[in-house]
């Protein structure tokens, strides 16, 4: 097997998104994409390699969510960007499609949460206390998690009101006016300094 030249930014899931300098990765050959198994781990990457990572319609798909956030901390270089879009639980974006196996909210990131040097909000206080990460040193710094109400142009004018307080909204008004998506931007907090190679093996 030959070595390749990784690209340094990684579409997991990329399905027909097929990005031109991106190291696209899916189970499935849709024809010029590397493959491999997503619910294998370790991913066949080195630590600390990426500098940007998107998820776009892929985590609600793979069972195991710690081990999927645990891995796409591990392959991504300290302080890279990480984008997830999912659908939210409650829409028919989710629960109408059978292959769905992981339910996302608007907290979702919660328990991975680099919250230090930022005061928590009153209804935050509980991550003070316990996080339900099973051991984990996955951390991202959560820099946005918004609502997408709609793909419909006349109802994009909902992303501003129901974005002011998405936890908030979520939790007292989402099962009357429900949100079609969840997007995140994740920072990956670790230690500076742990850069991979750019080298790795087999992927095709």
Not at 19 to 24: A, D, E, Q, S
Not at 158 to 181: D, K, M, Q
Request: proline share 7%; charged share 20%; hydrophobic share 35%.
């Amino acid at each position: 097997m030959n070595e390749v030249q990784l690209p340094r930014r990684l579409n997991v899931g990329c399905g027909l998104d097929i990005r031109p300098g991106w190291l696209n990765f899916d189970s499935v050959d849709y024809g010029g994409n590397s493959l491999g198994d997503l619910n294998r781990y370790p991913w066949p990457f080195p630590e600390s390699h990426f500098e940007e990572i998107l998820c776009s319609h892929i985590l609600e798909h793979l069972p195991n969510f710690n081990a999927v956030v645990t891995e796409l901390w591990r392959v991504a270089q300290p302080g890279a960007l990480i984008v997830v879009r999912v659908p939210f639980f409650l829409s028919t974006k989710y629960y109408s499609e059978p292959d769905h196996r992981t339910p996302f909210g608007i907290r979702s990131f919660d328990n991975y949460e680099d919250f230090s040097g930022r005061k928590l909000r009153f209804y935050e206080q509980w991550k003070l206390g316990h996080r339900t990460n099973y051991g984990s040193p996955a951390r991202f710094v959560v820099e946005s998690k918004q609502f997408h109400f709609s793909n419909f142009a006349a109802l994009r004018w909902l992303n501003g009101i129901i974005n002011l307080e998405p936890v908030i909204y979520e939790r007292f008004f989402a099962t009357w006016l429900t949100p079609e998506e969840v997007f995140f931007r994740l920072r990956v907090s670790k230690p500076k300094g742990s850069i991979g190679s750019s080298k790795h093996v087999d992927v095709s």
